[in-house]
């Protein structure tokens, strides 16, 4: 049964879309979204919608106060038709689990699978069917109430988004350590996925791409000396031939890319540690060689090597091999989350078929 409403134009918008050859991160955006409206204690009917600008008051508190979380995640269609998810359902509980840091409603599972369905489904032939390439969604909530009182909104609206992508970045990475600016503090907004995080990271990442790297590497809050994670993207390294990444602790992003490398990892037999990682224990590792590799990963950058930490004196600490460990794991990530393999783990799902009424629902049966 068809529980969201489909305005008009969508049908439109979607037979105009070409998905052009060159689509870097973010670059191309996709004709339709969804959006659902919180008001009165209750989640009202979905639409789905032409993606067209909207209409927000200058004094929401998402605008006013950043009231706004977010989640990242991709439909993948490799030599398939019908495009899947990938650990949807952990997307949810993380999203409410941040909504609930800043005291917003949670979006209930089936209104929020049911957006993804709408405009992955809507969107399915246009999905990338290379390996590496995908459907990158953004589901995102937000507080609508106009106000400068500092409490939370009693109006939301909760959307999705999406990019036909290829990864985040191309290449070996170089990675600039921030030395300055802090990104979270425990007991603060960093293990959520709120907008403030990202803002407070823009700083550093646009130092670090005027020096020719990628993103920037946080430390603590503290004394700066352990790491925490890149700019939207989690840390490991190949540490005396054992993986190892900073443990959860209070301020990092809970990754589900790195949360799906631990296990995926463990089950192919590697040593995984979560543990505290001082930057000068990792810098002296890498220059004993005892660190061989680094690299990246995140719903976005998928599994990115790193060719350098490069220090604020402009010191280079290179680590001896780029994309070794980390391109066995991509591989066998994208493997799963591709569906070119058996998924041991119960990853991946279908997206939903469009609902009857839906004037592509027919040029995409099958
Ligand atoms: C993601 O990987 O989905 C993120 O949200 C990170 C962002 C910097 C693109």
């Known amino acids: 049964m068809q529980s969201y409403d489909i305005a008009p134009g969508v049908d439109a918008a979607l037979g105009d879309f070409r998905v052009p050859e060159r689509l870097g991160f973010g670059l191309v955006t996709a004709p339709v979204m969804y959006s659902v409206e919180y008001r009165d204690g209750a989640w ?3 639409r789905l919608l032409p993606y067209a600008p909207i209409e927000v008051w200058p004094g929401s508190r998402a605008l006013q106060y950043a009231e706004l979380v977010f989640e990242g995640m991709k439909a993948y269609r490799v030599g398939r038709a019908w495009p899947n998810l990938f650990r949807a359902e952990d997307n949810c509980r993380r999203l409410a689990r941040s909504a609930e840091r800043l005291s917003m409603p949670a979006v209930p599972e089936p209104l929020f699978l049911e957006a993804l369905d709408a405009v992955a489904g809507a969107l399915a032939p246009s999905v990338p069917g290379q390996s590496g390439r995908a459907l990158y969604l953004r589901p995102f909530l937000f507080g609508t109430e106009s106000g400068y009182m500092l409490r939370n909104s009693t109006t939301f609206r909760f959307m999705v988004m999406a990019s036909p992508v290829e990864p985040y970045a191309t290449g070996a990475i170089r990675v600039l350590i921030e030395r300055k600016d802090v990104r979270a503090v425990v007991g603060g907004v960093g293990e ?38 890149l700019s939207g993207m989690n840390l490991f390294a190949v540490i005396d031939g054992g993986l190892v990444t900073p443990a959860l602790d209070g301020a990092i992003l809970p990754g589900i890319t790195r949360d799906s490398l631990i296990k995926l990892a463990r089950h192919r037999g590697q040593r995984v540690l979560e543990r505290r990682m001082p930057i000068d224990e990792l810098l002296e590792q890498i220059a004993s060689g005892a660190c061989s590799e680094l690299f990246a990963c995140g719903t976005a950058a998928v599994v990115s090597p790193i060719a350098a930490l490069v220090d604020a004196d402009a010191t280079e600490h290179a680590p001896a091999r780029v994309d070794a460990v980390a391109a066995e794991l991509r591989e066998a990530l994208l493997a799963i989350q591709e569906r070119r393999v058996a998924d041991p783990f119960g990853w991946t799902r279908d997206v939903a078929r469009p609902p009857a009424a839906a004037p592509w629902a027919r040029a995409v049966a099958g």
């Open 44 to 46: 009202g009917r979905g």
């Open 192 to 229: 959520a996925k709120a907008a403030a995080n990202y803002a407070a990271s823009l700083r550093a990442s646009t130092a670090a791409v005027a020096r020719g790297c990628a993103v920037a590497l946080w430390l603590d809050a503290g004394p700066q000396r352990t790491i925490q994670e």
